[in-house]
């Protein structure tokens, strides 16, 4: 399953991607955690070694490597080059599982304490008045677009803060995304706002009630959110001490955030696949970023790379 955390910047989001990772782990799952925030904490958070971080090469920056691997033999796309962030899979083109080898994943993935990790990579000085961080987050759409997870493997995704996931395709591009929300007016108004865009492309959203400190909290999140609340974190002692590079064993979390992150995967293995309806949304977005900016920018007509024989779900079956 693939799960994004969102939310308002300094709601704890990254922090609460990386237990969860971490939990995947505690129970000899697979799971491959991608850091695609402008601010990259996902690793710290995780404790991978800060020396063994900043060797971690970043998809944004080295995007061609993932597009010559996933072309494969799809004659409907001319060159690796010419693929863009949301160019589809097709006949011949290079499936992903979470749980294999293959040249991307050796170039770009470290692993600790059973935890995979991917990052995008920072904004850039060269980057700052000339590019906005999205022509990096394409790393992560592309390999999205391309990778298979099977039941009870997992994608764990750290996106950036706010709404700003809806500049691209990526934010449909999970199972459930779960916004990560404080007790204040401001945090919630960012659950509305993704709310009420994630509504018009079927994406589900959830919440998680982070640093609640009594009843009211939980009231006052519940009275915004509804049915949407699935697990509550509580101040979190295990926490403070990881946010201060003491990463405790997982076995010391406080029960009741146990108790919440059992029930985050607990609602993302209520969803059912629909491979169906995730190619299509690739294929409605990849028409769009054609029309609106790549056509000119490759100089050829984008939708071109569209195969039309292609299901995503027929060629899952016969993997």
Request: overall charge negative; aromatic content about 8%; glycine content about 8%.
């Given at each position: 399953?693939?799960?994004?955390?969102?939310?308002k910047g300094g709601s704890g989001?990254?922090?609460?991607?990386?237990?969860?990772?971490?939990?995947?782990?505690?129970?000899?799952?697979?799971?491959?955690?991608?850091?695609?925030?402008?601010?990259?904490?996902?690793?710290?958070?995780?404790?991978?070694?800060?020396?063994?971080?900043?060797?971690?090469?970043?998809?944004?920056?080295?995007?061609?490597?993932?597009?010559?691997?996933?072309?494969?033999?799809?004659?409907?796309?001319?060159?690796?080059?010419?693929?863009?962030?949301?160019?589809?899979?097709?006949?011949?083109?290079?499936?992903?599982?979470?749980?294999?080898?293959?040249?991307?994943?050796?170039?770009?993935?470290?692993?600790?304490?059973?935890?995979?990790?991917?990052?995008?990579?920072?904004?850039?000085?060269?980057?700052?008045?000339?590019?906005?961080?999205?022509?990096?987050?394409?790393?992560?759409?592309?390999?999205?677009?391309?990778?298979?997870?099977?039941?009870?493997?997992?994608?764990?995704?750290?996106?950036?803060?706010?709404?700003?996931?809806?500049?691209?395709?990526?934010?449909?591009?999970?199972?459930?995304?779960?916004?990560?929300?404080?007790?204040?007016?401001k945090s919630v108004s960012v659950?509305?706002?993704?709310?009420?865009?994630?509504?018009?492309?079927?994406?589900?959203?959830?919440?998680?009630?982070?640093?609640?400190?009594?009843?009211?909290?939980?009231?006052?999140?519940?009275?915004?959110?509804?049915?949407?609340?699935?697990?509550?974190?509580?101040?979190?002692?295990?926490?403070?001490?990881?946010?201060?590079?003491?990463?405790?064993?997982?076995?010391?979390?406080?029960?009741?955030?146990?108790?919440?992150?059992?029930?985050?995967?607990?609602?993302?293995?209520?969803?059912?696949?629909?491979?169906?309806?995730?190619?299509?949304?690739?294929?409605?977005?990849?028409?769009?970023?054609?029309?609106?900016?790549?056509?000119?920018?490759?100089?050829?007509?984008l939708s071109l790379q569209i195969?039309?024989?292609?299901?995503?779900?027929?060629?899952?079956?016969?993997?």
């Amino acid at each position: 399953m693939k799960i994004a955390f969102v939310g308002k910047g300094g709601s704890g989001k990254t922090t609460l991607a990386s237990m969860t990772a971490r939990y995947i782990a505690t129970r000899g799952l697979p799971v491959l955690a991608i850091d695609a925030d402008i601010n990259q904490h996902l690793g710290q958070s995780l404790g991978f070694d800060e020396a063994e971080l900043k060797n971690i090469p970043a998809m944004g920056l080295e995007m061609n490597k993932i597009k010559e691997y996933l072309v494969g033999t799809n004659t409907y796309i001319g060159s690796a080059g010419d693929m863009i962030k949301t160019t589809p899979p097709g006949t011949g083109s290079r499936l992903l599982t979470i749980d294999e080898q293959n040249p991307v994943y050796k170039h770009f993935m470290k692993e600790y304490n059973g935890i995979r990790l991917m990052v995008v990579g920072p904004f850039t000085e060269e980057d700052l008045g000339v590019k906005c961080y999205h022509s990096k987050t394409g790393s992560v759409e592309l390999l999205l677009n391309h990778l298979i997870d099977k039941k009870n493997e997992y994608v764990v995704v750290d996106m950036t803060a706010g709404a700003d996931s809806f500049a691209s395709g990526l934010f449909t591009r999970f199972d459930v995304t779960f916004l990560v929300v404080e007790p204040t007016v401001k945090s919630v108004s960012v659950y509305e706002q993704y709310k009420r865009y994630a509504k018009q492309h079927n994406v589900h959203v959830r919440v998680i009630a982070n640093k609640v400190e009594d009843e009211d909290d939980i009231v006052f999140i519940r009275d915004a959110v509804g049915d949407d609340l699935v697990a509550t974190f509580s101040r979190s002692q295990f926490v403070r001490s990881a946010e201060k590079g003491d990463i405790r064993p997982f076995s010391e979390i406080e029960p009741e955030n146990m108790k919440a992150l059992q029930n985050i995967i607990s609602e993302v293995g209520s969803q059912e696949k629909d491979w169906d309806m995730y190619y299509a949304q690739a294929i409605e977005f990849h028409k769009k970023n054609a029309e609106s900016w790549a056509n000119d920018a490759v100089g050829s007509n984008l939708s071109l790379q569209i195969d039309p024989t292609f299901s995503l779900r027929t060629a899952i079956e016969n993997m």
